[in-house]
Structure formats: C-alpha cells, structure tokens
C-alpha cells in the first residue's frame, strides 16, 4: 500500500465533533461529549450515578477505588451529555504495559441507539492520536441478560489474549491506521 493509499484518521476534536452530531441526531436532543483528565467530584459522583442504575453490585466501583482510577497516569474520561443530563462514560489509563491504554470502564442509561460503541471508537481514536499503541480490557463472556461481551468487542477488531480462573476475559486491540480510520467511519462517520 503506497502512501496515498493509506486510510485517513481524521483529528480527534473533528471526530469528537462528529461525534457530537452523529449522537444528538440519533438520541433527539443536543449532546456534548466531555473530556476530563483529572480527579473531579462532580464526575465521580456521575459516574457512580450511572454505574448505580447499570451494573450490579458486585461490578460497581466504590467511591474510593473510582477516585484511585481517576489519579492514575493517562486518566482519561469521555463522558457524554444529552440535553444537560450525563447519561454515558467510557474511562481508562495507561496499562502498566507501556504504550497500553486500559480500557477501564463505560456504561450508557440509552442503549441500543450506538451511543456505547461510538463513545469506544471515540476512545480508541483518542488513544491512536496520542500515540498508543494498543488499547486493553476485561470483560465477561455474557452479562447479567445475556449480551455477548466478547463477540461485541471481537467486532471492535479486539482480541483475546488469556482468560482467567475467574472466567474475566482479557482483550486487546492493535491501533494502527486501517483499525482507527475503519472504527471511524463504522461508529462515528457512518
């Protein structure tokens, strides 16, 4: 592939643009994605909102392991707003493997509408132009009803890399152009 012929990655504050619109069409209002790199009480306190209303108790994080995430190296939070009100996250940090950023957590009060999987592309755009190299996660086999996790992020382009004792699920996605410049146009163009 000569070098016309590579894929092109559009600059994140495009895509977060795009992003912006692609979503406030979608769900019927106006949304702004947000993007904090630090500790910050209000998003804490939003993100344990959420995690409330969508996970089970034993996947939620406590206030003090959420502020902990909040101050490790490359903390990065995308939270989406509609109409003023918070209603999705996707967060990570870099992995203790260099040039790894850990997909942490994410959630959304409005599924089935690519409010999940555009705030994912969004990250791993994120993270390719600022010169990582991988993006980490763990998940299930299947949530609480039954949604295939490891097929979803299989067609994100992630792959499993171990499975352990507790059946938590390991997967990685290699960032490079053709991955970035595909998520873009199947999750925030298309």
């Known amino acids: ?4 012929e590579m894929p092109s ?3 994140f504050d495009d ?3 795009s992003v912006e619109i692609k979503l406030s069409r979608a769900l019927g209002g106006a949304c702004t994605v947000e993007v904090s790199h630090a500790f910050d009480e209000a998003l804490r306190d939003t993100i344990l909102a959420i995690d409330d209303e969508k996970f089970r108790e ?14 490790r190296p490359g903390f990065t939070c995308f939270l989406l707003v509609l109409e003023g009100r918070p209603i999705a996250y996707d967060y990570g940090y870099d992995d203790e493997e260099p040039g790894v950023f850990y997909s942490d957590s994410a959630a959304t009060l409005i599924e089935r509408r690519g409010v999940g999987s ?4 969004l990250e791993a755009m994120y993270c390719y132009g600022h010169g990582y190299g991988r993006v980490k996660l763990s998940t299930e086999e299947r949530d609480e009803v ?4 490891r097929q979803y992020w299989e067609r994100f382009g992630f792959r499993v890399v171990s499975v352990d004792e507790d059946d938590n699920i390991v997967m990685v996605m290699e960032l490079n152009p053709e ?3 595909g ?8």
Do not use: W
């Open 1 to 4: 592939m000569n070098i016309s």
């Open 15 to 17: 895509a977060k643009r």
């Open 183 to 190: 998520l873009h146009g199947r999750y925030i163009a298309g």
């Open 118 to 121: 555009t705030l994912s592309a």
């Open 58 to 71: 034993e996947l939620r994080y406590t206030r003090r392991e959420l502020e902990e995430r909040f101050r």
């Open 146 to 149: 039954g949604r295939a996790l």
């Open 179 to 181: 991955v970035v410049a």
């Open 9 to 11: 990655v559009p600059p």
